[in-house]
T-cell receptor
Framework: GAVVSQHPSRVICKSGTSVKIECRSLDFQATTMFWYRQFPKQSLMLMAT?????????EQGVEKDKFLINHASLTLSTLTVTSAHPEDSSFYIC????????????FGPGTRLLVL | AQKVTQAQTEISVVEKEDVTLDCVYE???????LFWYKQPPSGELVFLIRRNSFDEQNEISGRYSWNFQKSTSSFNFTITASQVVDSAVYFCALSGLYNFNKFYFGSGTKLNVKP
């Protein structure tokens, strides 16, 4: 089946640093990718929609200058958490939409971010 | 408004018991998809089922079965003869049929299956 990977799977950083998370669709092209955030014991909340070759669309309440999204190719989207703070510690999950026949979204394995 | 409600925060059962996880949804769309995902402690979402709004036929896959009732806007999930490996958080989700841009997830139900 279709596979979406994320890198890194886990990251610990100091407050004030920036962290980049990669999301790749491994065996299909994804013009659209999505970034979700999940706080402990809570549900997944959509942060933004990443569109290849254009600006990302952010959900209400998500700071676009803090969570930079780049979708430079049909198989790669990156989320950069700039000047991370402890409250940004969370589980970040990406998904990619496959339009070819299967017409569904596939989720990555997630990235655990801990900001000290 | 698009909304998914999973009223059961946590359920504990003993192995071999049957358990039903409830999911109620709200949508303005006349066509839509409903999903169930399993999230084990590792965090990765495991796809279980996708059902479109045109098809109200119940589905069975091994020990898993799903009951979709449009009249009550519910999409319940039953595990028969539960096993310890079924312990996880289960999410119900809703998306548009022709637009997969947004998944609306329920708050999840944590299932504890004890030996």
């Amino acid at each position: 089946g279709a596979v979406v990977s994320q890198h890194p799977s886990r990251v610990i950083c100091k407050s004030g640093t920036s962290v980049k998370i990669e999301c790749r669709s491994l065996d299909f092209q994804a013009t659209t990718m999505f970034w979700y955030r999940q706080f402990p014991k809570q549900s997944l909340m959509l942060m933004a929609t990443s569109n290849e070759g254009s600006k990302a669309t952010y959900e209400q309440g998500v700071e676009k200058d803090k969570f930079l999204i780049n979708h430079a190719s049909l198989t790669l989207s990156t989320l950069t958490v700039t000047s991370a703070h402890p409250e940004d510690s969370s589980f970040y999950i990406c998904s990619a939409r496959d339009l070819s026949g299967r017409k569904t979204q596939y989720f990555g394995p997630g990235t655990r971010l801990l900001v000290l | 408004a698009q909304k998914v409600t999973q009223a059961q925060t946590e359920i504990s059962v003993v192995e071999k018991e049957d358990v039903t996880l409830d999911c109620v949804y709200e949508t303005r769309d006349t066509t839509y998809y409903l999903f169930w995902y399993k999230q084990p402690p590792s965090g990765e979402l495991v796809f279980l089922i996708r059902r479109n709004s045109f098809d109200e036929q119940n589905e069975i896959s091994g020990r898993y079965s799903w009951n979709f009732q449009k009249s009550t806007s519910s999409f319940n999930f039953t595990i028969t003869a539960s096993q310890v490996v079924d312990s996880a958080v289960y999410f119900c989700a809703l998306s548009g049929l022709y637009n997969f841009n947004k998944f609306y997830f329920g708050s999840g139900t944590k299932l504890n299956v004890k030996p």
